[in-house]
């Protein structure tokens, strides 16, 4: 099936029969009172009435045509307007005479036509069931000879009624309670305006009417409460009650009536225009104006006497038309001259004399503004120029040239005038056309940094300088200044900077403007070089830049960082490349390179420079923190700083001494400074003055003015107006009392008993493995300990080397001690942490030999090639004398030696010092059992005078692990006071054991180095006599003795393997009861 035009979602094909057709429209419109047809069958016969023979009658015929517009709906294929005017000439075809129109989307149908084919078809009786159609306009329609009395009923959409000049006589009821808006009909006979009349929607109603006799029309508020405009023509009847019960009428016009007197006593509130013309009024009104008035035509009337102009005070452009009206007089006041009047063909005798501002007219684009007093209300003039006057305001109008064009720049004289028919109201004037056209400009470079540039523009430019001057600006703000005018260019130049892109050109003649836009390009110089990498630069580097660098590049001028004194011009440069020398250093990075060229700057080009300054942090880790680059790369040092990369600071005490013979002769050892050490003083234990008796970069003497206590003795020093300081750099002991290192001391006690009894009682006569001497010491057989009294001894084992850490570790039959080194940390001077390294990651090397065992670890840190941190663990077979300093340290055989080196650690301050965190387990509480009696163990034994931690011993089975400290370290190469000390402990395995951490401190010192040593020795009481003939063991009893202190914030792992392994049948059984008592 051909598709077609839908009504109501129902589709017809051209194909079907008219009966067919008629059937299915029947259904699909059953609201219809009229036979059914469809849409296409409907516009053929609008077609054939309106003889438009050239339409074919079908769908595409219709469509494509100018009269109908068919649109694709949701319902289908519709037509949706109808608009035609005059009418065919085609062969007269007779349409269907019972059609009624089927259209259900039309929105308007409109003609303008005189002949039809069939007079008698009224087209008013087939528009009808229209639901949708809103306007319909009907010109010269000679069908339209009647309007069936339910016209409106059929047509519930319609909003716009206008009928010309059509065949109708009535149009009773006039669409009563119809939702029409606009109403135009006539020449009507009859008419029907009464209170029955309910037209809620009206606005706009225009009619003519001429009745056979006169007829009242009641025209009430309540029957047209919408109406905004009232057109009356030929109107002989009367209307009641008075228009101005209106109160929404904004404009009436009555013309060709019969009135005498004017219909008004007040005007509607709302009243803007009113025309009463061609009426046989005698007399001009005189009621006040409304408020919002503009217009009042009273043209062709009977009207005698004078305009009473006292109306029209304060208003301002009121249009007061009066013309044909010979019987008004008098004389137009200047008052009125604000406002307009056409009084041609009257009698007024005079008007107000114009005085004008200027008579010389400035027009932009033919346009300008006149002022004077009084000027009249405008209009058009022609002459030898024919112009507009179009007021806009008081005494002042906008003079608009209509022809001919005026000349560009030129004054031209012409007669002005504001009225025709006033001669006295023409004056001699003179206009000056200012508008014109930029339309290009052009821009060039020449020498010295100048840009010329060239504006072409539409009008001759050089003949409007005698009247004109121009004013040029480059992008709204640089000035361009005029150096010739030739016909319709002008040449300026300008000094300021013009960059590649968009330049927008502006020209002012002080009356008008034009602006053009252009692309500027081509601009030197230009520097183009990208280097893909930093690029290193110092004196004696050359530097090349490629780009466009116009035609004098030898004399091209580089600034660096906007100094153009760092890279000099080769003289070989071209207009593609230039190369200049580095005569200064500079600083690096990021660097703004700016070019020169016959005075012209190149746009800010960055490039990458290292440079001897860039460099310098990189090599001098940032002059260690003590200073700034230079840009000469080198480094600049904080006051007591030195060095090329002011690492080292002073002054710094290191190490010092005494004379052993006279202890106020005092010996320091450090860094004094470079500088010749200038008001040097030194000051002891902050109360002595200690005399400067020499002085050099490494070493000061000087001399106490009496003895020093002893103990240990800390310095402040100033040198160079510096203050340095070291705490506890040395210890002065107490004289010998001739003891050998046993725990017991030589003196007598009261009561008759002496030191050797002493000595025998407290120690069971050294546990029988040697003799109390008189001084109350244990003098100790071969391989015991007089350290202990005698009751340990050396024991054989063999020591396997840890791979990974320097760890002094002792397995002896699964009973397992191990001692690491934990972490090194910078301590200021007030204790506080400044720096910590972990040490956790070693190199190791493990050489053997055949009676000693010598590991070297290496720490893998981040601190720089400068820091070299070591540790060293030795061990053999045999017994060792060792020289540490100026000792000789015997170490037993089977003992662990540990040294720990730092070497080149870069200080944060010169009073900050260093300190070796070690990690250990300990038992809390340790006592043996001999002859019936506990005999406490101290795990940890510290000097009386120093609190120093001399010694560690650890227990576990018949093993004590004994740790060694000396209480010096070499710093750089010299013996200087060291405290061990506990730092933190931490109970595990239900208080039995505790993990500590002890740490070992170091002077400042550039080469620091530590010597611990650590003994594994068997607990003998073989010679134990017990408490009964059960037992002769021994115990371990467990419990907190050491006092812990602030925790350390260091983590590290603790491993502690414990294995029980009884020696002795008899002290297997022994422990096992004891250990299992405690249990419970």
């Not at 053929?44 to 079908?58: D, L, N």
């Not at 409460?225 to 023509?233: A, G």
């Not at 470079?445 to 300088?465: D, F, M, R, W």
């Not at 050797?756 to 300990?785: A, I, M």
Request: charge should be negative.
């Amino acid at each position: 099936m051909s598709s077609s035009i839908h009504d109501s979602g129902v589709v017809y094909s051209q194909t079907l029969s008219q009966a067919e057709l008629k059937e299915k429209y029947k259904l699909a419109k059953p609201y219809l009172t009229s036979n059914y047809y469809s849409q296409v069958d409907s516009a053929i016969w609008i077609t054939q009435q309106y003889r438009f023979a050239t339409i074919a009658p079908t769908q595409a015929g219709i469509c494509g045509s100018s009269i109908f517009t068919c649109v694709q709906l949701p319902s289908g294929f519709h037509i949706t307007t109808i608009a035609f005017s005059g009418g065919g000439s085609g062969a007269i075809v007779q349409p269907n005479p019972t059609l009624v129109f089927s259209f259900p989307e039309l929105t308007m149908f409109a003609n303008n036509v005189v002949g039809v084919a069939n007079v008698n078809l009224n087209i008013l009786d087939r528009l009808r069931d229209l639901p949708k159609l809103q306007k319909l306009y009907l010109n010269y329609d000679q069908t339209a000879k009647s309007m069936p009395a339910d016209f409106a009923e059929h047509l519930p959409s319609l909003i716009d009624f206008r009928e010309l000049l059509c065949p109708l006589t009535t149009i009773d009821p006039l669409f009563n309670n119809s939702i029409l808006q606009t109403l135009q009909a006539g020449p009507l006979t009859h008419l029907t305006i009464d209170p029955s009349l309910n037209l809620s929607k009206l606005a706009t109603l225009t009619l003519t009417v001429n009745p056979s006799v006169p007829q009242t029309y009641i025209i009430t508020q309540n029957s047209f409460p919408m109406l905004r405009e009232v057109v009356l023509n030929g109107f002989a009847s009367t209307i009641t009650p008075s228009l101005d019960q209106l109160i929404g009428l904004e404009s009436l016009t009555i013309k060709n009536s019969s009135m005498t007197v004017f219909p008004f006593d007040t005007y509607p509130p709302q009243l803007r225009y009113l025309d009463i013309s061609y009426s046989l009024l005698t007399s001009f009104p005189t009621i006040p104006l409304a408020p919002k008035m503009t217009h009042l035509v009273l043209q062709n009337t009977k009207i005698q006497g004078e305009v009473p102009w006292t109306l029209f005070q304060n208003k301002i452009l009121f249009d007061l038309d009066i013309q044909d009206n010979i019987g008004i007089i008098g004389t137009v006041p200047q008052s009125y001259c604000p406002n307009k009047i056409n009084m041609m063909r009257t009698s007024i005798s005079n008007v107000p004399v114009i005085a004008y501002e200027s008579t010389n007219l400035i027009l932009r684009d033919k346009s300008g503004v006149v002022r004077g007093y009084p000027m009249g209300w405008g209009g058009l003039f022609s002459g030898s120029v024919s112009y507009w006057l179009d007021m806009i305001g008081m005494n002042e109008f906008i003079f608009s040239i209509s022809s001919p064009n005026p000349i560009y720049g030129i004054v031209t004289p012409f007669t002005f005038q504001v009225d025709f028919y006033y001669p006295a109201y023409q004056f001699p004037f003179t206009y000056l056309e200012t508008k014109f056209s930029l339309v290009d400009a052009t821009v060039v470079q020449v020498p010295n940094g100048v840009y010329q540039l060239k504006l072409a523009h539409v009008e001759n430019i050089e003949a409007s300088l005698p009247y004109l001057n121009y004013t040029i600006l480059l992008n709204g703000t640089i000035p361009c200044q005029v150096t010739s005018v030739v016909g319709k260019n002008i040449t300026c130049n300008s000094a300021s900077i013009i960059s590649e892109g968009q330049l927008k050109v502006f020209n002012s003649n002080n009356y008008s403007n034009s602006t053009v836009t252009i692309s500027v390009g081509d601009l030197y110089p230009v520097i183009t070089t990208q280097p893909s990498t930093t690029v290193y630069a110092e004196i004696g580097t050359q530097l090349d830049f490629e780009g466009v660098f116009g035609p004098n590049p030898n004399l091209a001028i580089i600034y660096i960082n906007g100094n153009n004194s760092i890279c000099i011009n080769t003289g070989t440069s071209t207009s593609t490349k230039i190369s200049c020398n580095v005569e200064l250093n500079f600083i690096g990075g990021l660097t703004n390179v700016t070019i020169l060229a016959d005075g012209f700057p190149s746009t800010p080009y960055f490039v990458n420079y290292d440079t001897p300054q860039t460099k310098c942090p990189q090599l001098t880790n940032n002059c260690s923190n003590h200073g700034t680059c230079n840009i000469d790369g080198q480094c600049q040092c904080n006051i007591g700083y030195y060095s090329n990369d002011c690492s080292i600071g002073y002054p710094v005490l290191s190490s010092g001494t005494y004379d052993k013979q006279n202890n106020k002769l005092i010996c320091l050892f450090g860094n004094f400074g470079p500088y010749n050490q200038a008001n040097v003083s030194v000051l002891v234990n902050s109360t002595l003055d200690c005399v400067v008796t020499y002085k050099s970069q490494y070493n000061i003497n000087c001399t106490l003015g009496s003895n020093p206590t002893a103990g240990l003795v800390s310095f402040q020093i100033q040198v160079d107006n510096l203050t340095g300081s070291a705490k506890d750099l040395f210890y002065i002991p107490l004289p010998n009392n001739g003891t050998n290192g046993g725990t017991t001391t030589s003196s007598t006690t009261g009561g008759g008993e002496t030191a050797q009894e002493k000595c025998q009682r407290e120690t069971s006569n050294c546990y029988g493995h040697g003799k109390c001497d008189v001084n109350g010491v244990c003098q100790c057989e071969l391989n015991y300990q007089p350290l202990d009294n005698c009751l340990t001894k050396i024991i054989n084992n063999t020591i396997q080397p840890n791979n990974t850490s320097p760890t002094p570790a002792f397995n002896i039959d699964g009973v397992t001690f191990l001692f690491e080194v934990v972490a090194i940390q910078e301590i200021g001077i007030d204790n506080e942490l400044i720096f910590e390294l972990l040490t956790n990651k070693w190199n190791s090397n493990i050489t053997n030999s055949s009676d000693t065992t010598i590991a070297v670890y290496s720490l893998n840190h981040t601190l720089g090639n400068t820091t070299i941190i070591t540790s060293t663990i030795s061990f053999s077979s045999k017994p060792r004398d060792i020289q540490f300093g100026s000792k000789v340290l015997h170490i037993n055989p089977n003992s662990i030696k540990l040294s720990v080196n730092v070497t080149g650690w870069k200080y944060a301050s010169i009073l900050s010092t260093l300190r070796v965190i070690f990690k250990t387990t300990i038992n809390n509480n340790q006592t043996i059992e001999f002859d019936c009696k506990d005999i406490p163990i101290d795990t940890l034994t510290f000097d009386q005078m120093s609190s120093s931690l001399q010694y560690l011993r650890v227990i576990k089975d018949n093993i004590q692990f004994t740790g060694r400290f000396i209480d010096y370290v070499l710093s750089d190469g010299r013996e200087a006071f060291s405290r061990t000390y506990l730092i933190n402990q931490t109970s595990v395995q239900g208080d039995k054991q505790s993990n500590i951490l002890l740490g070992i401190s170091m002077p400042q010192c550039q080469s620091c180095v530590l010597d611990p040593d650590f003994s594994p020795l068997i607990v003998d009481k073989s010679n134990d006599s017990g408490c009964d003939s059960k037992s002769n063991t021994w115990r371990i009893v467990v419990g907190v003795v050491v006092g812990g202190v602030a925790l350390l914030a260091i983590s590290a792992a603790s491993v502690f393997f414990y294995r029980k392994k009884w020696i002795h049948h008899r002290q297997e059984i022994s422990m096992s009861n004891r250990l299992g008592s405690m249990r419970d």
